[in-house]
């Protein structure tokens, strides 16, 4: 018993999880709360105290046009109850194979009320997009990276949200600041999508998590 336990410790920092909701699993060292994945990625891993892989499945988005002509909501998501104030950021590297294809850094309340910075695949280049969506109207505004991997950050201060990218996690620009208007039930965290492919593999490292409860 005492060699089995030991094996599934030693074993935890690449724990791999398919096809499965999964609630306050492995902890990362990274981020000092609980954590709950949504809507069954295709693949979870824990790599180290600060990085983890997930994978989108087949037709997987979050995402609601300006038009109102539809609305998708089954992108997986890997989700934690942040302080008040937090600063929030991590390296966003998705493996793009299919046009739309990415991974954003997420805040969500509910299906009709969250916020992404989204590194995603369209007409060949890297876009960052980004959404704030309330009561399921949205705002967007789309930039071009330098590169197929980019530092995202989001910083709350009160109401008032910053999202941030950076090349190499030192040199900070802010991209967008907006008012988030239902903190009360906010939570933050990653989203991985693939809305007209198979899957899309997104790695998530160099994570850093830091908040004050006031």
Known sequence: MKTLLLFFVLCLPCLTISGQAIKSITPIKAIPYPYTLLENPKEFKVLADNAIVMTAGKETDLHNPANGSYYRHNAPKFLFTPDANFVFSARVKPFFENQYDGGAILL???????????????????????????????DDAYFIPLGKDVFLSVTKVGKVVNFLTSPDGKVWTVIREFVYHKPAQLRIGFYAQS????????????????GTKE
Not at 116 to 129: A, H, M, R, S, T
Not at 196 to 208: A, H, K, L, R, Y
């Open 195 to 210: 809305p007209i492919g198979n899957s899309c593999q997104v790695e998530f490292s160099d994570i850093t998590y830091s």
């Open 108 to 138: 969500y309340s509910d299906s009709e009320n969250w916020a992404k910075v989204l590194l995603e695949y369209i007409d060949n280049k890297p876009i960052l997009g980004i959404s704030v969506i309330k009561d399921k109207i949205t």
